[in-house]
């Protein structure tokens, strides 16, 4: 049985300011005139989400933002269709209205299927109902309680102490902060109040030669979490021990020689192997670009559904997981979009493709059982969409170290951090850089390289890898920014790895490539 949101109470109550919203008020009357209405299901949806935000140059601000989006939305069911609206007037009246234009929407859209044929009906999976069910996420000091100044101040420190070193010409931070509070209800009776905090720091150094004007630059590597102020005060990463260190990173990148093309054994350190886990097995795995239905930001997907159970995705160390309940993680919720308590679930079991991120809706048209709680909007005036879990490579239980994975790589290359990448429509070719890379010959490190790339397939990638580190290198990086659907949306989330070994990747020379 998969595991559901614990019944403990949270850790910290959630913000007076959105529970004392009308928000119950507005959900009995959109669901009240939905269901007079005829619909065989409607869902009520508020939010309250606020985003600051700073950037410092050089030690000094050169920006700042502090906003609020609030709203609700209703969502139905009509013969076998969908129909959304939303609205930003929190009166019963006007919550009623709301679900009527919801309930025109879904009726037209039931003419336009039935015209065109008739389609596949939508059907949701069945979904335990969850009543007055509470969750707030993992933090201690929630950032919006934390005066600006104090913000600032930290910031500008950490940034004059990097251009007090030598060779760092330029430096610049930023914060970006969100709290977000939603409220849902629906026909069947489930009815959720949650509360996320998480938060994004990131400092870059910058190294120009005034005489010939070439630059290189370093940036942190810290991922941004699910946690609060605390994050940056040390818990959960040692911010002292790698902003000291950049400025000897970035003078030693500055000298590195040019990487040779080849092919090379790399060791990817989680910094850098977050990404290629997003974009070659996140979004693949997602069963509406699976199946077609999804095309936008970079296609649909080689996974396709057919292939279930029986897809060789590599090798069988090859241990992936999808989870909203990992701690701290960018896409950990309570309960999605459509009130199904989250949980974790096998992908990519001993390297065979044996699970989808899922909604009600893709988990009842291919019999998949229950929803693993993947239907998520980014905000009141958008429809939920299949979104992103903290999809994970799980470490071995007794495997190495990061140093015990150089041990017997002749020629190779240590990847540390994410830069650039690229993949294409189905998820299957792809190319990543990283912030740094270092030679590793006869089993140790022997300084940096640039101009590096690494290309593969997916499958041919993830079949190289042939040893996974241990539970020592495993580390949840993530971003904030993960686009998708049309309307474009974005989501933040998570991605658990250890450091892991592949064996005879394609490497590229950019700088060479760019001159093709």
Not at 103 to 125: C, W
Not at 284 to 309: K, N, P, V
Not at 337 to 359: M, N, P
Request: proline content about 5%; hydrophobic content about 40%; glycine content about 10%.
């Amino acid at each position: 049985m998969p595991p559901t949101p614990s019944s403990a109470p949270p850790a910290h109550p959630v913000d007076p300011l959105f529970l004392a919203l009308p928000t119950h008020r507005l959900a009995d009357a959109a669901l009240d005139r939905a269901r007079r209405l005829g619909v065989s299901h409607a869902d009520f949806r508020l939010e309250r989400v606020r985003s600051a935000s700073w950037r410092l140059r050089d030690a000094k601000l050169a920006g700042s933002a502090d906003s609020v989006q609030l709203g609700f939305a209703v969502r139905v069911l009509l013969d076998g269709a969908w129909g959304f609206a939303a609205g930003v007037e929190l009166t019963e009246q006007a919550a009623a209205e709301v679900a009527e234009q919801a309930v025109a929407v879904a009726r037209l859209s039931a003419r336009i299927s039935a015209a065109a044929g008739g389609g596949d009906r939508v059907e949701l999976a069945a979904e335990p109902v969850h009543r007055d069910a509470v969750w707030v996420s993992s933090y201690r000091i929630n950032p919006f309680e934390v005066p600006d100044a104090e913000k600032t101040a930290l910031l500008a420190d950490w940034s004059a102490a990097l251009l007090a070193a030598d060779g760092v010409s330029h430096v610049t931070a930023t914060l970006l902060t969100v709290q977000e509070n939603k409220f849902y209800a629906d026909t069947a009776g489930t009815v959720t109040t949650q509360q996320r905090i998480r938060l994004n720091p990131e400092l870059e150094a910058l190294s120009v030669d005034e005489r010939t004007g070439a630059f290189e630059s370093m940036r942190t590597v810290a991922p941004p979490a699910g946690r609060g102020w605390e994050y940056l005060l040390g818990e959960g990463w040692d911010w002292a021990d790698e902003l000291g260190r950049i400025p000897g990173y970035l003078a030693e990148k500055v000298k590195a020689p040019s990487v040779e093309p080849g092919r090379y054994d790399l060791v990817i350190d989680p910094t850098n192997l977050w990404l290629t886990i997003h974009e070659s097995i996140g979004h693949a795995t997602e069963l509406d670009r699976a199946l077609g239905y999804e095309a936008a930001y970079a296609g649909t997907s080689f996974a396709t559904f057919d292939q279930l159970g029986t897809l060789k995705y590599g090798s069988e160390l090859m241990h992936v997981t999808g989870d909203r309940t990992a701690e701290h993680g960018l896409a950990t919720i309570g309960y999605d979009d459509e009130g199904v308590a989250t949980q974790s679930w096998d992908l990519i079991r001993d390297g065979i493709l044996t699970g989808y991120q899922l909604d009600r809706g893709m988990a009842h048209l291919k019999d998949l059982g229950r929803s693993n709680g993947c239907a998520f909007a980014d905000s009141p005036a958008h429809v939920p969409v299949q979104r992103m879990a903290n999809v994970s490579l799980q470490p071995t239980i007794d495997g190495p170290d990061t140093e015990g994975l150089f041990e017997g790589v002749e020629n190779g290359l240590y990847i540390v951090g994410d830069r650039s990448w690229s993949i294409d429509m189905q998820r299957y070719n792809f190319q990543f850089t990283g912030q740094r890379a270092y030679a590793i010959k006869n089993g140790q490190l022997a300084g940096q390289v640039k101009d590096f790339a690494y290309q593969a397939t997916t499958t041919d990638f993830w079949g190289s890898m042939t040893a996974v580190g241990g539970p020592q290198t495993y580390l949840l990086g993530g971003a904030f920014n993960c686009g998708k659907a049309q309307p474009g949306q974005v989501a933040a989330v998570s991605h658990g790895c250890p450091s892991a070994l592949f064996q005879q990747v394609n490497v590229l020379n950019t700088q060479q490539e760019a001159g093709h």
